[in-house]
Each structure stands twice: as structure tokens, then as C-alpha cells.
């Protein structure tokens, strides 16, 4: 910041010291963007002309994009109130902390994990506290639960986990809740979830009405392809829900978002067979880094995490010259996306000379 722009009135400073949330971008047209997970699909025409049906944009959307709460409610077996929309659900992870956590109140998660949660918890005026993950590269969710004191407002469990796809296995998360105090929100993010082929991982829609403390998340961007028009979802109890509903920006899920995500899953068995797609390309890289002598932990999402320590910062610029976007987290790894099956050859061969070349 140069000293002309230094703001001319009282923010707080906490805000004013936090950076704005990065966003890889591709260098070229010519590159592929495996930097932010999104799906490398096309949109499905169908759901481009539901969206296109939508033409009274003269006309608020409905403030609870109710058609969708609806259909997600039957397909949950929960009510519709026990579904709340939101513009992706980062805005739902930041009105659940907000709802819950203030200042003098803590936030616990494992670190490394998703990037916004440091930024959203600053923003709510709460206190960030982090686990390490384990060596694996998982939540250490005993450590975690040690980690609990009078303050805690906010448990962040998110199975995969960004940015090292290592899953919560549904015993450890059972085990974990038995610890959690019923009166202490726990989230669990599951953005990816629909790549998810470990059968032991925690699945939170199978979990629904049995913890009074307990909400979902999901999305509509990675799976479904939905990225771009921001609709996610958290399924919990309605008392919590209402609470982060007070807190939302109100009207910020266009009906554009509703319409694409109630087409999506009319289309849902063609863009499971496309998530199909991905996960197996993505066991298929896995293999063949291993296969290379480059052990990313087991991820079931879809990216997959590049341990490569101090070597982060060089082997990120030879894949931005081979022209592959990807996302590094200075100095732990990288996070590669699993992209357009033309980008695979590159991601292997770059990956296997960054092999060759570490210390
Ligand atoms: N949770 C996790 C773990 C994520 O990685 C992301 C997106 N990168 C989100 C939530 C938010 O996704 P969206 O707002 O697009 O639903």
C-alpha cells in the first residue's frame, strides 16, 4: 500500500491489514486453469437454457429461493427449512460464523485447509485457532477436540479437505462429535463431496437430524459445474439456519442460480457420470505421480496437493510455463486441479522433472 492510499477514514484495522481473496488466473488462452477446481466440463445446454428462461430480471429473485430448498428438502428427507441457500457456500460459511462467533469468541479448524476460512473468521471480529494437519496431510480431529475451551463458538471440519483432498472418515467424525459440547456449532464442508469414492469417508447428508449442532454444506460449483452463478447450500437444524438467514445479504441468489441448479439436477446422472470422469482421471494422476516418486496424499476431491515444500515456488513457475495455471501455497505445495484430460500429459511429465530435480 503507497502511502496515498492509506484510507482517509477509521476502518478497522484488522480488515485493512487483510488481503483480498486470490483467484489463479491463466496467463494465456491457451492454458488450463487447474487453479480454483472448477469443473473443466462445458455447462450442459440444458441448464444453459434454464438459466436463459429466466427473463424477469426486472424482478427481484425469490429471497429464499424456495423451489430449490424445496426440491433439496425431498431429496434429503428434511424440511424446507432445514435448507438454506446461499451465493455459494462461502457466503453461507461467513453468515454461519458471523451468527455464532464475534469478538472475544474462537474459531477452530485444521491448517492447512480452505483459504477464506482465516479471512471470513477475521471478518466476523472472531479468533482463529488451528490444529496442524496430520502428517497425512488429514484433520487431527482428537487434537482438535483438545483444542475446545469456553470461547469456541465454531468447529470448520472440511472433508475433503482444500487444499490436500484427505477425507474425515466417518468413525473419526463420529467419535469426534461425541466430544464436541451439543451446544457448539460444528460445520462440516463439504464442498467436494460428490468426488468422494472412499467408502469410509464421513458423509454429512447421512447424518442429518442426528446432532443438534450439526450443519452441511454443499455447492453446486465443483460437481455440478455451477461455479460461475454462486448456489450452495447447508442443510442443519432450523434454529441455527435462521440465524445465519438474519445475517445473510438478503436477495443475493439470483434466480438465474436457482434455475441452473434445479436444471442440474434434473441433469444429475450426466454430471455424476462426468464427476465419474474426473475422480478416475484423478486416481489415475495420483498413480502415476506415486509412480514418479511424488507422494500426494490419497485426495479424493478433485485436485490433488503437491507436497513440494521450499520447492513450491520453482516448480510453480515450470508449470506456468508449460503453460498449466496451477495454485501454490507458499512454502508447504501445490494444489493442481483436475482439469481437461488434454492438460494430464503435461501435469505428469512437468511433475516428474520437479521429481528429478529436488534435493
Ligand atoms: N468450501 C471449500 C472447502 C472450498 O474449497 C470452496 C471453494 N473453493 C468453498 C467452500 C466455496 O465454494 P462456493 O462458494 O463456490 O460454493
Known sequence: MSPSDQPSVRLRPEIVALPAYRQGKAANASAFKLSSNENPFDPLPGVVDAVNAVSAFNRYPDASALALRERLAARYGVASDEVHIGAGSVALLAQ?????????????????????????????????????????HGHDLPAMAAMITPRTRVVLVCSPNNPTGVVVTADEFAAFMDQVPTDLLVIL?????????????????????????????RTFSKAYGLAGLRVGYGIGPVGILDAAR????????????????????????????????????????????????????????NFVWLPLGEATAAATERFTDAGLVVRPFHPEGIRVSIGEEESVATLLRISAEIVQDLP
Open 96 to 136: 454461519l460464523i458471523t451468527a455464532a462467533a464475534g469478538p472475544g469468541d474462537e474459531v477452530l479448524y485444521s491448517w492447512r485447509s480452505f483459504e477464506a476460512y482465516p479471512s471470513l473468521v477475521t471478518v466476523s471480529g472472531a479468533t482463529s485457532v488451528t490444529v496442524p494437519n496430520r502428517a497425512d
Open 189 to 217: 464442508d463439504e464442498a467436494y463431496a460428490e468426488f468422494v469414492t472412499d467408502p469410509a469417508a464421513v458423509d454429512g447428508t447421512t447424518l442429518l437430524g442426528r446432532y443438534p449442532n450439526l450443519v452441511v454444506l
Open 246 to 301: 438474519a445475517t445473510a445479504i438478503p436477495l443475493s441468489v439470483t434466480g438465474q442460480a436457482s434455475a441452473a441448479a434445479l436444471a442440474s439436477l434434473d441433469a444429475e446422472a450426466e454430471l455424476l457420470a462426468r464427476v465419474a470422469v474426473i475422480a478416475a482421471r484423478r486416481d489415475g494422476i495420483q498413480q502415476a505421480l506415486a509412480g514418479a516418486g511424488l507422494h500426494s496424499p490419497s485426495s479424493q476431491a
